[in-house]
């Protein structure tokens, strides 16, 4: 079956460094990559999909490429800001399959300090 | 703006008991999905369903059951209520015609004593 995974389960780092959340993926049809942002008691949010391969897509300073030769969908910002601490979770979906069931990683907690 | 809200927020059940978990969707989205959230485990899918009257088995259905009366409402029904059911429940919906994105309601928090 389909199958996510996020290495870090926990990053913290200091305001304007750069952050790359790492997800890999598992499939054998074609794929469609998500993340999803959840802050603090809150229900988790889109923050990037794609589905084309080799193709940089971009969302409140975050940004993602497809790379379907290495089965990833990194997620990364250039600088991050304190209010980017949140859950991240990087998702998958078959197009083939009909895309209608999300696959989830666990989760990578990314804390930014001041 | 796409809208799941769900109720009720905060639940406090006993072993043993009934407990059903409400969705509401004005999306008019075909799909919806129930999912459970804990620590070190991620979202994982329970139920989801096509449309009114189908429902689906996810990932992690023991012990839980789904409803799908209409287009705009599904339900996730635990009828007997264990502590292990104890976590954050969330409602979705979706639809491929909406880039298969997923809308998250604000979740449900369950405690089973």
């Known amino acids: 079956g389909d199958s996510v995974t996020q290495t870090e389960g926990l990053v913290t780092l200091t305001k304007g460094l750069p952050v790359m959340l790492n997800c890999t993926y598992q499939?054998?049809?074609?794929?469609?990559l998500f993340w999803y942002v959840q802050h603090l008691n809150e229900a988790p949010k889109l923050l990037l999909k794609?589905?084309?391969?080799?193709k940089r897509t971009e969302h409140q300073g975050f940004y993602a490429t497809l790379h379907k030769s290495s089965s990833s969908f990194h997620l990364q910002k250039s600088s991050v800001q304190l209010s980017d601490s949140a859950l991240y979770f990087c998702?998958?979906?078959?197009?083939?399959?009909?895309?209608?069931?999300?696959?989830f990683g666990k989760g990578t907690q990314l804390i930014i300090q001041p | 703006e796409a809208a799941v809200t769900q109720s009720p927020r905060n639940k406090v059940a006993v072993t043993g008991g009934k407990v059903t978990l409400s969705c509401n969707q004005t999306?008019?989205?075909?799909?919806m999905y129930w999912y459970r959230q804990d620590t070190g485990h991620g979202l994982r899918l329970i139920h989801y369903?096509?449309?009114?009257?189908?429902?689906e088995k996810g990932d992690i259905p023991d012990g839980y059951k789904a409803s799908r009366p209409s287009q705009e409402n599904f339900s996730l029904i635990l009828e007997l209520a264990t502590p292990s059911q104890t976590s954050v429940y969330f409602c979705?919906?979706?639809?491929?015609?909406?880039?298969?994105?997923?809308?998250f309601g604000p979740g449900t928090r369950l405690t089973v004593l």
């Open positions: 979705a919906s979706g639809d491929r015609l909406d880039s298969y994105e997923q809308y």
């Open positions: 499939t054998t049809y074609s794929p469609f």
């Open positions: 794609s589905s084309t391969d080799n």
């Open positions: 998702a998958l979906s078959d197009i083939t399959e009909g895309a209608d069931r999300l696959t």
């Open positions: 999306n008019n989205h075909n799909n």
């Open positions: 369903s096509y449309g009114a009257g189908s429902t």
